[in-house]
């Protein structure tokens, strides 16, 4: 019989039998695709956010939402989009998907998000936009952004995947810029397996993203099939195929409804980590800056060798050893062949986010761990670093 100890899942979701009888009665409405459930799930969303429901829309995807939102914005094609190179290559690979060019401003050390200097400092006549994305749900310093974005007349448009409860000042992330883009994967804080969601300053350009996304088309599927009568459409823009399914926003429905509640959770295990980890040879994050509410989506840990006495992928493979999975949140964008072969970007670069990409671990953070779970993550790490 084997005796060792379950494999710990990183990022596994929380999903209680409300998610499930939903997901259920989905199936028997026999209605699975953009419908009545996506339309409840925009306007619980707006709601969650305090913005109107004709400034939401929802998506497949977060990437789908950029991609949209940089097309909705009317940014000329081969504008310049400034962003952080410590990001997830969906950033990066919107921007070109919308036929612009993306430009990387480095990070500041501490906060790991991209340093406001760094985006002046990057800043050419082809400028339009900065895309800055709130990293592990610490708030990027949307006042100096905000500033930078009015005295060069640049669009914001805010990656939020990481922060769908994160605060500056008071105020959402996601509604500073001209839009906000939000991550439903199965990783996020809130969940719907894959699916996103756009919120949008203008309504003209929310309606627009939102016809972007299905086909370009005037009227979506549940008003053409709808019980009030078949609706004709017209294809009005040459769009994609990225609408959100009923089915999805079955389950979001119910993790929105516990989102505050997942975050007390998840909170509660941050602090839990930074008390068993304060004395070791390891990184931690910095501590939310006194105006922010974190959305503690990721907790990176930096294991630099010559401090922590590891290498930081042979820390990956003990971990994994030890059954417990972990994330690497990221190597860093100019570190990948395609981009240094596309744009002859060199990791050196950005030194910053070249060296905490090199040497950042996310270690499991979710609702669903039990105190138990986390007490092993715990003892795993130590042992690791003291060993």
């Not at 929380?14 to 026999?30: F, K, N, P, T, Y």
């Not at 969906?90 to 998907?97: G, K, P």
């Not at 895309?131 to 990656?159: S, T």
């Amino acid at each position: 019989m084997d005796s060792s100890p379950p494999f710990l899942v990183f990022g596994a979701p929380q999903i209680d039998e409300a998610e499930i009888d939903e997901v259920v009665a989905c199936l028997r409405s026999g209605w699975l695709g953009t419908g009545p459930r996506v339309a409840q799930f925009e306007r619980d969303f707006a709601a969650f956010r305090g913005v109107p429901p004709e400034r939401v829309a929802a998506v497949n995807s977060c990437t789908a939402a950029l991609h949209v939102s940089m097309l909705a914005a009317g940014i000329e094609p081969g504008a310049e989009v400034i962003t952080t190179p410590l990001t997830f290559c969906a950033t990066v690979n919107a921007i070109l998907h919308a036929g612009l060019t993306p430009a990387l401003a480095d990070v500041d050390p501490a906060s790991q998000n991209i340093d406001p200097a760094a985006i002046e400092a990057t800043i050419t006549p082809r400028t339009r936009a900065i895309l800055p994305v709130h990293f592990a749900g610490r708030p990027c310093a949307m006042d100096q952004i905000m500033a930078i974005a009015r005295k060069h007349d640049l669009v914001v448009i805010e990656d939020c995947a990481h922060a769908v409860e994160a605060e500056f000042e008071g105020r959402a992330l996601g509604t500073f810029g001209d839009f906000g883009c939000f991550s439903f994967y199965v990783t996020k804080n809130v969940v719907t397996g894959e699916g996103g969601m756009i919120v949008g300053r203008s309504e003209e350009r929310v309606a627009r993203a939102r016809i972007l996304a299905l086909h370009g088309m005037s009227k979506d599927a549940w008003h053409r099939f709808g019980d009030k009568g078949y609706k004709h459409y017209q294809v009005v823009e040459c769009g994609f195929k990225y609408n959100m399914m009923d089915l999805q926003a079955a389950i979001g429905l119910h993790q929105l409804s516990r989102v505050e509640q997942n975050w007390r959770r998840r909170s509660a295990i941050w602090q839990r980590y930074d008390e068993a980890f304060a004395e070791l040879p390891i990184g931690l994050p910095a501590p939310a800056d006194a105006n922010t509410r974190h959305g503690r989506h990721l907790y990176t840990v930096m294991i630099d060798v010559a401090r922590s006495g590891v290498e930081r992928d042979a820390f990956l493979e003990a971990m994994n050893a030890a059954r417990i999975g972990t994330g690497v949140h990221y190597l860093s964008i100019p570190e990948h062949p395609y981009y240094q072969e596309r744009f002859g970007w060199r990791p050196e670069q950005w030194p910053h986010a070249t060296k905490l990409g090199r040497e950042t671990v996310s270690l499991p953070l979710s609702p669903s761990m039990s105190d138990g779970d986390v007490e092993r993550v715990i003892a795993a790490v130590r042992g690791i670093v003291r060993s």
